[in-house]
Structures are given as structure tokens and as C-alpha cells.
T-cell receptor, first 114, second 112 residues
Framework: AAGVIQSPRHLIKEKRETATLKCYPI?????VYWYQQGPGQDPQFLIS???????DKGSIPDRFSAQQFSDYHSELNMSSLELGDSALYFC????FGTGSYEQYFGPGTRLTVT | GESVGLHLPTLSVQEGDNSIINCAYS??????FIWYKQESGKGPQFIID?????DKRQGQRVTVLLNKTVKHLSLQIAATQPGDSAVYFC???????????FGTGTKLQVIP
């Protein structure tokens, strides 16, 4: 079965640079979520989109922005990168209205800021 | 703020034994809880969920127990196998209609 696809899988950037992470949800899923997971930490919810509209917002820094496109893929844009942004970034997707909150996670993008 | 959290950061069990992973939550309004398994270098994987109108739910080799009185959640894994070695997170639907809040993970180590 098709899973959530994230690209790139690994990314190395320098401080103050920008980065764009991409997420392709499971086909027919209408909701995407972004999480940040630092080393040894639990995933922290950043933001979610339902039908291309922002549906929930968590601890996303103002330097970050995200959107969901008409084909339901999503991009997380990160500017003025800081060393503390080094983390695993997960995207998850789900289908709203099924009665379940189950989210399907992608393999993650490992961002390293040097 | 409201949060969920786990009592033990690391749990070591002998292969074949049963494992119990505990979780405490503080938001009494939470009505949906999920257990995730995360293997090294991978994204969290859904294991089992439970709604607040239930106190027990069983899956394949796993059982989740919910005690709303003391705001406690547990995951029981029967006949633990080496493939069960991972970090386990409890999570709750935390107010936003889709947002999920993860608790601190517990690392399960299975001793062959």
C-alpha cells in the first residue's frame, strides 16, 4: 500500500539559510500534519492542514511557514535556520470523517543545520 | 499546560515475557488516546487507540487499558518479541480537532 512520502530524506543547511521540506500524503487523504522531533524527544506538533486550509497550529516558529496544495501535498518552508532547528521532521496524513484520528507517518526528513 | 507523560523512560524485558508500558495524562477532557511505536530512524507507527468511553481494548498481542479515575493509560504487549524493541509513545487528541499531543516515550528493550 502507498505510504506517506517525504523529500528529501536528509538535508544539510547552514545557519541563516532556508529549507523546504515536502510531503506527499497517502492517496485520498485530505489532511496533513507536520511534527518536529529533536534527538531523544517526543514528536512536537507544528501545524496541520485540512482541504488546503490550516486546521490546527502548534509550536511552529514564526520563521516557518507551510501550506497544502491542490493535489494535497504539503511543503514546510523554514527560513533563517538556527542550530536548534536540527531535528527529524515528520509528516503524517489522515482521512477526515472516518471516526478515527489515526495518522500515518512518513519516514521523516533529517535536517542538520551547521 | 495539559500534557501526557510516561513514568519510565526505559523498560527491559525478557523475550517471551509480557510488557507493560504506562502513561499518565493530565487533561481530563481528553477523549481519545493512541499508542504509537517508533523504531530507530522511522516515523511513529499506530498500534492501537481507545476512546474515553471504553476502559479496555484489545488488538493482536496488545491491550490498552484506560483508567479515567486516575488518568492513567497502559499498553500491554503479550509474549514480547525482539521486533517489539522500539520507543513507545502515548498520545492524546488534545483539543484541536486533529492535533495530537505526544507524551514522553518509553524505550522497550527486549532481551533475547
Amino acid at each position: 500500500a502507498a505510504g506517506v512520502i517525504q523529500s528529501p530524506r536528509h538535508l544539510i543547511k547552514e545557519k541563516r539559510e532556508t529549507a523546504t521540506l515536502k510531503c506527499y500524503p497517502i492517496p485520498r487523504h485530505d489532511t496533513v500534519y507536520w511534527y518536529q522531533q529533536g534527538p531523544g524527544q517526543d514528536p512536537q506538533f507544528l501545524i496541520s492542514f485540512y482541504e488546503k486550509m490550516q486546521s490546527d497550529k502548534g509550536s511552529i516558529p514564526d520563521r516557518f511557514s507551510a501550506q497544502q496544495f491542490s493535489d494535497y501535498h504539503s511543503e514546510l518552508n523554514m527560513s533563517s535556520l538556527e542550530l536548534g532547528d536540527s531535528a527529524l521532521y515528520f509528516c503524517a496524513s489522515s482521512l477526515f470523517g472516518t471516526g478515527s484520528y489515526e495518522q500515518y507517518f512518513g519516514p521523516g526528513t533529517r535536517l542538520t543545520v551547521t | 499546560g495539559e500534557s501526557v507523560g510516561l513514568h519510565l523512560p526505559t523498560l527491559s524485558v525478557q523475550e517471551g515475557d509480557n510488557s507493560i508500558i504506562n502513561c499518565a495524562y493530565s487533561n481530563s477532557a481528553s477523549d481519545y488516546f493512541i499508542w504509537y511505536k517508533q523504531e530507530s530512524g522511522k516515523g511513529p507507527q499506530f498500534i492501537i487507540d481507545i476512546r474515553s468511553n471504553m476502559d479496555k481494548r484489545q488488538g493482536q498481542r496488545v491491550t490498552v487499558l484506560l483508567n479515567k479515575t486516575v488518568k492513567h493509560l497502559s499498553l500491554q504487549i503479550a509474549a514480547t518479541q525482539p521486533g517489539d524493541s522500539a520507543v513507545y509513545f502515548c498520545a492524546e487528541n488534545s483539543g484541536g480537532y486533529q492535533k495530537v499531543t505526544f507524551g514522553t516515550g518509553t524505550k522497550l528493550q527486549v532481551i533475547p
